[in-house]
């Protein structure tokens, strides 16, 4: 889902990686339940953010996959984070994960610091890592609010299924 300048793109910052950092770490652990048996029974789905916005991903050979895509995307769409604990517990993963990064192997340094003259916005961990406690749980609201409010999604389906599937989806 290619997401406006002003969320992503070139107004990308350290702050909306952190914002995006946060959103999926407390999107992944509400959806854990909810999608469990589905990827008991070979159904996934990934959520995941890019320079230019919002990548879903869906896989898995079953014939409930359409009503999978359309729950989970629901879900998604719907789940505004609300709890503080969480989010303290989350900040504290990311932070020691975006610390780490001085310690890391060269060629991970060399991946980053070339990202830094070959992309644009384009910055480091340690950038983000500035911008991990600042954050509150009213802030990672809002920016979710905001996420799901404009945006131009394509999708590419592929596999076993008719065309009447592929548009349902």
């Known amino acids: 889902i290619n997401q406006p300048d002003d969320l992503f793109g070139s107004k990308t910052t350290p702050r909306t990686s952190a914002l995006s950092k946060l959103y999926q770490f407390a999107l992944d652990e509400a959806l854990t339940e909810f999608t469990y048996d589905a990827g008991v029974a070979g159904l996934s789905y ?3 953010f890019t320079q230019r916005g919002v990548s879903l991903s869906f896989s898995g050979f079953n014939d409930k996959l359409p009503a999978y895509v359309e729950s989970v995307a629901q879900a998604i769409a ?14 504290d993963v990311i932070s020691r994960d975006l610390a780490a990064f001085p ?5 991970e340094h060399a991946g980053q610091f070339s990202q830094l003259v070959t992309k644009e916005p384009a910055y480091l961990p340690t950038d983000v890592l500035k911008e991990i406690d600042s954050i509150t749980i009213a802030d990672l609201q809002a920016w979710t609010k905001n996420l799901w409010s404009k945006g131009f999604g394509q999708a590419l389906i592929q596999g076993n299924i008719d065309k009447q599937g592929a548009l349902q989806m």
């Not at 505004?80 to 989350?90: G, H, N, Q, Y």
């Not at 310690?103 to 060629?107: C, I, R, T, V």
Request: aromatic share 18%; net charge neutral; proline share 9%.
């Open 46 to 48: 990934n959520c995941g």
């Open 78 to 91: 719907s789940f505004i984070p609300t709890d503080e604990d969480k989010l303290a517990k989350f900040k």
């Open 103 to 107: 310690f890391q192997q060269p060629y």
